[in-house]
């Protein structure tokens, strides 16, 4: 009986892996679900951090429920990370605007924001947006190998493409760092370039994953390991530069503008590294960028005229309102650096980190 039931099991699972549309809909349906869980938990630690500030006792980390947020970040980063193995990385990445319909209708319901006319039209361009993305992205779901990932990695397109990253990547730091340009728009390019670079690794890191659980091994190539250091390493530095982006300037402007940015540069990398748009036909593609036009569009309602997240703070005393004082300058502590979970770097349309300031 117990053989019988492994065999159907075995049956099943090749079923899964070897069909490419049941493959590509699963695919779908774990990013979908992977990016509710993200934003029920950004909601969550939203909800914890008010009652904690509210009650003025212990940090927000002592708390259980923050931790159980935690948690349901977790397992909603692994489902878009275990998507990112089985369907386009252009498809996966505008997906992330299934995370913000989610948190304006989790705020609204429970924690009893208003609704507004355009979180409504935006939520409707959002998933009508959506639906063409399913529908009229690629549905080629190469397999990603180590063989694969080492002969696009070294591929002259694929070379003077880094090559132009890191040109406008070096520009953008040099007027960032040592110009002091605090423009939002640069911040973003710097994160969206290395979003890229994320969004590559991950796939191939993924790939290779999902390759060796149907019994193909691919942890003996020294590319596997390359890809994961530079995984992790894009990935942090995204972190740095937006949780910068976060102190400067409010989650209503980066929000918006992150999710475009890393969208579209997630796409650039799809087409370039893993040539997901070859063979696919005009008007499919037409559809696609329309698809993408229509949740930008929706993402850039719903984010709009959002009430400010950043506060005045409160220790912050003018040193001119002092008696015998000289006013030279202001001097206030410098804002904390809000949480921020990996999701919202890499998907990028998270609204929660903001909350959290």
């Not at 924690?111 to 993305?133: C, F, M, N, P, Q």
Request: glycine residues 6%; charged residues 15%.
């Amino acid at each position: 009986m117990n053989h019988s039931n492994s065999s159907e099991a075995d049956a099943f699972r090749a079923e899964i892996l070897e069909n490419p549309l049941t493959t590509y809909l699963l695919a779908i349906m774990v990013s979908i679900c992977g990016n509710v869980l993200i934003s029920v938990s950004l909601n969550i630690q939203k909800y914890t951090h008010v009652r904690q500030a509210e009650r003025g006792s212990k940090p927000y980390y002592t708390s259980s429920l923050w931790w159980m947020a935690v948690v349901l970040m977790g397992v909603g980063e692994m489902g878009n990370f275990a998507a990112y193995g089985f369907a386009p990385a252009s498809l996966i990445a505008p997906l992330g605007c299934v995370s913000v319909i989610a948190s304006a209708i989790i705020s609204v319901v429970f924690l009893k924001e208003t609704v507004r006319a355009s979180d409504i039209l935006g939520g409707t361009l959002a998933i009508a947006g959506t639906y063409l993305l399913v529908t009229f992205a690629p549905h080629n779901i190469a397999l990603v190998t180590a063989q694969m990932v080492h002969y696009n990695f070294i591929s002259w397109y694929f070379l003077a493409y880094m090559i132009t990253e890191v040109v406008l990547f070096s520009l953008l730091l040099f007027l960032y760092k040592i110009k002091e340009v605090k423009n939002i728009v640069v911040v973003m390019l710097l994160v969206a370039l290395l979003a890229s670079v994320t969004v590559i690794s991950v796939k191939a890191v993924s790939g290779m994953l999902t390759e060796t659980f149907k019994g193909s091994l691919q942890l003996v190539y020294p590319i596997f390991y390359v890809m994961f250091v530079v995984m992790v390493a894009s990935c942090a530095f995204q972190i740095k530069f937006l949780n910068e982006a976060m102190k400067m300037f409010d989650a209503t402007e980066v929000v918006p503008i992150n999710y475009v940015f890393f969208t579209t540069s997630a796409i650039i990398a799809g087409i370039i590294f893993y040539q997901e748009f070859e063979d696919l036909a005009l008007l499919n593609i037409l559809m696609f960028v329309f698809g993408c036009f229509l949740s930008f569009l929706g993402v850039f309602l719903i984010a709009r005229n959002r009430p400010k997240i950043k506060q005045e703070n409160t220790d912050f005393i003018p040193m001119d309102t002092i008696r015998g004082r000289q006013h030279l300058s202001k001097v206030q502590p410098e804002a904390p650096v809000p949480y921020g979970s990996l999701a919202d770097k890499l998907m990028c349309s998270r609204a929660g980190p903001s909350d959290d300031s």
